[in-house]
């Protein structure tokens, strides 16, 4: 059947954007789930032989032969996701409270805060994060002025820890947990706080019938968007962790970088991509069920 001038029209508009997604997107997905399905070769690259084993790797189970039962990567794996959860609560826990705050602002100010939140994003992450390290060692900042005040007989030791990398990756994302939380409180409608309250409804109860579930929205997009990037950073574990805070991103790294495993390297990203896949579709289910009962 022939195609009409209006539909010819539109495929000759997609097609350079979906022939660059195809190959500059796409292909590189396909080519890694092959190699996680491969052999890794003995100084590196793949051996073109089936190799189930990079999955049972992950997991703790190895081949039988080289490699004995150790659940190391398990365990990075479930720290990661652990970190990522706590992320996504600690940046909902500021960003929200500054929302509603920031929306009841007059609106010459409301762009200057949002501005100012947003201005670390013109500086490099890199410098941002070697500022924390200034701040966090025992010698930096933070110990000084605690020990200046007398707050503190000896300097605490935050850096190179999980705390450190908490403070580090909540300070990176916390706009992507502002933005879409100020958009959804920026859309909210007034008049039905208003009607609760002279409906005999108190802050409390205003909060958890009105405000929070008009606004469940925005919070699911903030969510997604933190726990992500969360799960697999490896700039701010390897800046503030060290050695000591091993997250799956940077074992991602050390596999493709330093052990040249790709087939497993290709394998932990295929896990991570499936894991974030399958958490997320059952939080957009779980907040849609909430949305409908309520």
């Known amino acids: 059947m022939a195609l009409n001038s209006r539909t010819r029209s539109l495929l000759l508009l997609l097609s350079p954007a979906s022939i660059f997604l195809g190959i500059f997107f796409l292909g590189p997905l396909i080519i890694m789930v092959i190699f996680s399905f491969l052999e890794p070769g003995l100084y590196g690259g793949v051996e073109w032989n089936f190799y189930h084993w990079n999955y049972g790797r992950i997991l703790g189970w190895a081949d039988g032969e080289w490699e004995e039962f150790d659940p190391v990567y398990a365990a990075i794996f479930l720290r990661s996701v652990r970190i990522a959860f706590i992320n996504v609560i600690v940046t909902l826990l500021i960003c929200y409270p500054t929302a509603l705050w920031v929306n009841g602002l007059p609106s010459r100010w409301r762009t200057l805060v949002v501005f100012i939140i947003t201005l670390?994003?013109?500086?490099?992450?890199?410098?941002?994060?070697?500022?924390?390290?200034?701040?966090?060692?025992?010698?930096?900042?933070?110990?000084?002025?605690?020990?200046?005040?007398?707050?503190?007989?000896?300097?605490?030791?935050?850096?190179?820890?999980?705390?450190?990398?908490?403070?580090?990756?909540?300070?990176?994302?916390?706009?992507?947990?502002?933005?879409?939380?100020?958009?959804?409180?920026?859309?909210?409608?007034?008049?039905?706080?208003?009607?609760?309250?002279?409906?005999?409804?108190?802050?409390?109860?205003?909060?958890?019938?009105?405000?929070?579930?008009?606004?469940?929205?925005?919070?699911?997009?903030?969510?997604?968007?933190?726990?992500?990037?969360?799960?697999?950073?490896?700039?701010?574990?390897?800046?503030?962790?060290?050695?000591?805070?091993?997250?799956?991103?940077?074992?991602?790294?050390?596999?493709?970088?330093?052990?040249?495993?790709?087939?497993?390297?290709?394998?932990?990203?295929?896990?991570?991509?499936?894991?974030?896949?399958?958490?997320?579709?059952?939080?957009?289910?779980?907040?849609?069920?909430?949305?409908?009962?309520?």
């Open 120 to 294: 670390p994003f013109f500086v490099s992450l890199v410098v941002r994060l070697f500022c924390w390290v200034l701040i966090l060692r025992p010698s930096g900042f933070m110990n000084s002025i605690l020990l200046g005040l007398g707050i503190i007989s000896e300097p605490i030791d935050i850096i190179f820890t999980e705390t450190a990398v908490l403070i580090g990756m909540a300070y990176v994302l916390l706009p992507f947990m502002f933005l879409p939380i100020y958009a959804s409180v920026e859309k909210l409608d007034h008049s039905l706080v208003e009607a609760s309250s002279d409906l005999g409804g108190g802050p409390i109860q205003t909060f958890f019938r009105i405000t929070l579930p008009l606004t469940l929205p925005g919070v699911a997009a903030g969510a997604i968007l933190v726990f992500i990037p969360s799960l697999g950073n490896f700039i701010v574990p390897d800046l503030l962790g060290g050695a000591k805070v091993l997250m799956i991103g940077n074992l991602v790294e050390q596999q493709f970088l330093s052990a040249r495993n790709w087939p497993f390297g290709s394998a932990l990203s295929v896990t991570i991509m499936l894991v974030m896949l399958t958490l997320i579709i059952l939080y957009l289910r779980r907040l849609k069920r909430m949305e409908i009962n309520q």
